[in-house]
């Protein structure tokens, strides 16, 4: 019997090792939190379809109860090397394995980064998680406690910035911006939102359409320009700075929320693994041996990638990136693949 | 007492004073009034000394380079001292040898015409002035030996990379160099024929007569070709970066009377220019160089190519590639003020855009009644990091000052970004717009939390009041007991920023602050060595990318000795180190304000 070595209880981690489980393999999975799915957890609502985060968790929970699988939660794993002798096998932390999947995911953008934007400073401002966390709270406040007559989404707040080193996209702020815009409308219809954009990269399907309706049904305003600064106002709102790049004009508006759209970077746990084994690729995230027919495989033997490890990525990209590193270790140990009914 | 061989040195001579009599006339008559009028009023002043004993320390015992390097004094003083001393003592040596009066060139040429003019007579301690003559040339050779050592082995005189000279400048120093070996040479010759000289000169001689060299035949082709080296390079002199020689001695002068540069360059900038002898020190200190290996636009090529007329637009490009953080004027031995001509260059390349339009905002903002009160200006880039404006807001609110914020809605530029970038005129509106609504509003004291914002008013403004940047104010504070922290254990690496630092000289205070409240830690480059953040409004040539190789070089230095924090004093080296990621980065003032101890 095989032993496969999963590093992340994600969905990606999670989908990995449950088809391996089902296909007789024996997995360890690590998570380095007490409980799995944490990203998902702290989410309200799915794009594009409004789906319960909750559901889409449950549902994967349920994967993970099978008896190949073994759930090694609260454990961050410090080692991971080739074992001695024997090349292309791995140690995880002083245990053995035939092979081992890297799904140790991303790390939201810390937004202190950005102080122009007074994450912290001023009680106006908050993260997309921030906001996500009051939509499934159902209660969406100012800084005082009142009903927000305005709120302004803000995208790319670490990611497309170049002054935080970050160059990439992170691909699922825009119709996540969207979502939250449309939540918070139907929650407070009297409520001005705004949202700040470089471009809307609508990529995904029915993601236009979300927007679409952003626009036509709820009067969600789009303002292309960055915001340049925000400073608190004496009665607990935020004014910001910023440029209309549409009509050339500069802009100054006072909002009672101000959100900031943050990116994904490669979570430590990725770095430090990554690193460790030399796969690391660009800003941290570890490098796939070919980004067309290899993109689950390192330049390490027998260490596969999946997930938001490897790059940005949406959940449901996430969990067919882990179903497919599972694959392609069943696929080189010749393992029958059984197709459930 | 002639020989037609002198010839080419009395050339090079009268070309010599010719050309730099006009040319400091021309320089000096170009001087602006305001110049000339603190010339005449100090030319026979006290300080007079000073200066010239700046003359003497730094034009012949190059003293500020020993400090930097032994071995490079020791080279740039022994072909200046020992050159200088060389022709006093043969002009000594001539004068006592000729009681009759001699040319001038007799000291130059006395060797050869020692043995052969009945007007030279023998005199008293001959032998003891031969000899100390050798023991001279012998030091001029050694450093000789010394700059070609550099030439090809730089780093045992402490420098890394040397600068790329332009042809005269090459034709030149291969004229330099060949006078001294080429005097021993024919003095040696001359002594194997005569027996004249000192040690070294008779030994020269019979090393000649022993490997079988014709003396009578060389020694005149000798003193021809010596006499033709100075010759040329005498000729070359005005023309090349030998003009330093005399030119730093004026400039020396003119500095020390308090002569000051303005924006359009005079004849003061001209001096300057002239005074730079290319020794290339700034090259690798110049963090575009050290962090980018971008190695040809540092001080001494933006001189360089200013006094080449058709360089101009490579001037243009080099000054724009520039941190702006000083270190070179740090580092400078003849303390050029690079700083200044950068500026002047950076201004006739944007003459065209300097007109102040697009200013009629300013009508809409007004002065404010703060009778009594401290004005804080956060400026343009503390609007960026709320973190210090909201902590010294804080600070004021704890020692009970009553503050007005002054630029907290409506905020008026300082106007140095733009006198930076050489755009004077529109500086000008905005710095008119600060003064009269600084005067207007009777506040008896202004601080700043910007270090840019603070040189613009100490140094540009002229204001009445005290200016005060907030390290200086939060330091007045502590020590006078209206502010009370508390010491932790938070161990704390302080980086200077360049504008507070070698700009204003502050270096104590924000040290004395920090002490209060953690431990500080020593760096390797700190104070006046302190390493550009990277982040600077002063260069718009390189990338983003290249700012943050600057960056993490200065981060290295203060994570070298593991501190908690990094702690700064300017918004600018905050964001840039912030952005880093890489441990918490905080401003004095943030420090301050979380361990202030309330009563």
Redesign the interface.
């Known amino acids: 019997m095989k032993t496969i070595a999963v590093i992340g209880a994600g969905p990606a981690g999670i989908e990995a090792a449950s088809v391996m489980a089902r296909q007789g393999c024996k997995v360890d999975l690590y998570e380095k939190q007490e409980e799995p799915l944490c990203n998902i957890r702290d989410k309200a609502l799915l794009f594009p379809n409004f789906e319960k985060a909750d559901t889409i968790a449950e549902a994967l929970l349920q994967k993970l109860r099978h008896e190949n699988i073994s759930l090694i939660s609260g454990h961050e794993v410090q080692q991971l090397e080739r074992n001695k002798g024997k090349e292309s096998s791995w140690t995880v932390d002083g245990r053995q394995y035939d092979a081992v999947i890297l799904a140790s995911g991303y790390t939201p953008f810390d937004a202190h980064r950005k102080e122009e934007l007074g994450y912290g400073i001023y009680a106006g401002v908050h993260t997309s998680l921030d906001m996500e966390r009051m939509l499934r709270e159902g209660r969406i406040v100012n800084s005082i406690g009142d009903k927000p007559r305005r709120v302004v989404f803000l995208q790319c707040v670490g990611s497309r910035d170049e002054k935080t080193g970050n160059h990439y996209c992170s691909k699922l702020c825009c119709v996540t911006a969207v979502k939250q815009a449309i939540e918070v409308s139907k929650m407070l219809p009297d409520t001005e939102v705004y949202i700040f954009y470089m471009d809307l990269r609508m990529w995904g399907q029915h993601f236009e359409e979300l927007y679409r309706s952003a626009q036509e049904v709820y009067g969600v305003k789009f303002v292309r320009g960055r915001i340049s600064e925000a400073a608190g106002t004496y009665d607990g709102r935020v004014q910001i700075k910023a440029e209309d790049t549409l009509l050339g004009l500069p802009l100054r508006i006072t909002t009672d929320l101000l959100v900031l759209m943050v990116g994904m970077e490669a979570s430590d746990g990725t770095r430090k693994l990554s690193q460790m084994c030399g796969i690391c690729g660009e800003y941290g995230f570890v490098q796939s041996s070919d980004p067309h027919l290899n993109d689950n495989s390192t330049l390490a033997p027998n260490l596969l990638a999946a997930g938001a490890c490897k790059r940005p990525m949406t959940l449901t990209d996430a969990i067919n990136d882990g179903r497919s590193a599972a694959c392609e270790i069943l696929c080189s140990y010749s393992l029958p693949l059984v197709f459930n009914s | 007492m002639f020989d037609i061989f002198v010839l080419p040195f009395c050339a090079g001579v009268v070309a010599l004073l010719a050309v730099s009599l006009m040319k400091y006339i021309r320089w000096i008559n170009s001087f602006s009034k305001r110049q000339q009028i603190t010339i005449r009023r100090n030319i026979l002043s006290i300080k007079i000394l000073p200066a010239i004993w700046e003359m003497f320390r730094e034009c012949l015992l190059h003293w500020r380079i020993t400090q930097r390097n032994l071995l490079l004094g020791y080279m740039h003083r022994s072909l200046a001292f020992g050159w200088f001393l060389l022709i006093v003592v043969g002009f000594v040596q001539a004068l006592m040898a000729c009681p009759g009066g001699h040319p001038f060139y007799a000291a130059i040429f006395f060797n050869y015409f020692e043995p052969r003019s009945e007007r030279i007579v023998e005199f008293a301690h001959s032998q003891q002035i031969a000899t100390l003559m050798d023991v001279l040339l012998l030091y001029v050779l050694s450093g000789l030996f010394l700059a070609m050592l550099k030439k090809v082995w730089s780093k045992p005189l402490g420098m890394k990379r040397t600068t790329k000279h332009n042809l005269t400048d090459r034709i030149a120093k291969f004229s330099l160099w060949c006078i001294f070996p080429l005097r021993l040479l024919a003095e040696g010759a001359t002594s194997s024929i005569y027996g004249n000289g000192g040690f070294l000169v008779r030994w020269v001689g019979t090393v000649i007569a022993a490997i079988g060299l014709d003396s009578a035949e060389i020694e005149y082709l000798l003193w021809v070709l010596y006499s033709l080296a100075l010759g040329t390079f005498f000729t070359l002199m005005p023309f090349t970066r030998y003009m330093h020689i005399f030119t730093e001695v004026f400039l020396i002068y003119f500095r020390k009377n308090g002569v000051i540069e303005g924006n359009k360059p005079s004849g003061y900038t001209k001096f300057e220019l002239s005074a730079c002898s290319r020794c290339g020190i700034c090259i690798d200190h110049c963090p575009v160089n050290r962090e980018l290996g971008i190695s040809n636009t540092q001080g001494v090529y933006l001189l360089q190519t200013i006094r080449n007329k058709d360089l101009w637009h490579r001037a243009e490009q080099i000054a724009a590639n520039c941190m702006v953080c000083d270190r070179c004027q740090v580092e400078c031995p003849v303390g050029i003020d690079l700083a200044t001509i950068r500026r002047q260059v950076r201004s006739e390349a944007h003459t065209a855009i300097d007109k102040p339009v697009g200013y009629n905002y300013l009508e809409r903002v007004h002065p404010f009644n703060a009778i009594g009160r401290i004005a804080y200006f956060g400026g343009c880039m503390s609007?960026?990091?709320?973190?210090i404006t909201?902590a010294m807001e804080q600070i004021f609110k704890a020692a009970g000052q009553p503050y007005w914020y002054m630029d907290?809605e409506q905020s008026i530029c300082c106007g140095r970004p733009l006198l930076q970038q050489g755009l004077v005129k529109q500086a000008e509106v905005l710095r008119r717009k600060n003064r009269d609504m600084i005067t207007r509003s009777g506040a008896t004291m202004l601080v700043t939390s910007c270090p840019i914002c603070y040189q613009s008013f100490v140094k540009e403004y002229q204001l009445s009041i005290k200016v005060m940047h907030h390290t200086e104010y939060i330091d007045m504070l502590l020590r006078s007991g209206k502010l009370k922290v508390k010491a932790g254990s938070e161990r704390i690496a302080y980086h200077d920023p360049c504008e507070l630092g070698r700009g204003c000289g502050i270096y104590q205070a924000p040290r004395d602050v920090l002490g209060s409240v953690g431990t500080l830690l020593k760096t390797k480059e700190e104070r006046a060595n302190s390493l550009c953040c990277g982040y600077n409004l002063g260069n718009i040539s390189i990338s983003?990318?290249q700012q943050?190789l600057v960056r993490d070089a200065a981060l290295g230095n203060l994570l070298a000795p593991n501190p908690d924090t990094i702690a700064t004093a300017c918004p600018m080296c905050?964001?840039s180190f912030?952005?880093?990621?890489a441990i918490p980065v905080k401003d004095i003032a943030e420090i301050v304000a979380d361990s202030l101890v309330q009563d």
């Not at chain 2, 609007?383 to 973190?387: E, F, M, N, R, S």
């Not at chain 2, 912030?578 to 990621?581: C, E, S």
């Open positions: 609007h960026l990091t709320p973190g909201s907290k983003t990318d943050q905050k964001r912030a952005r880093a990621n």
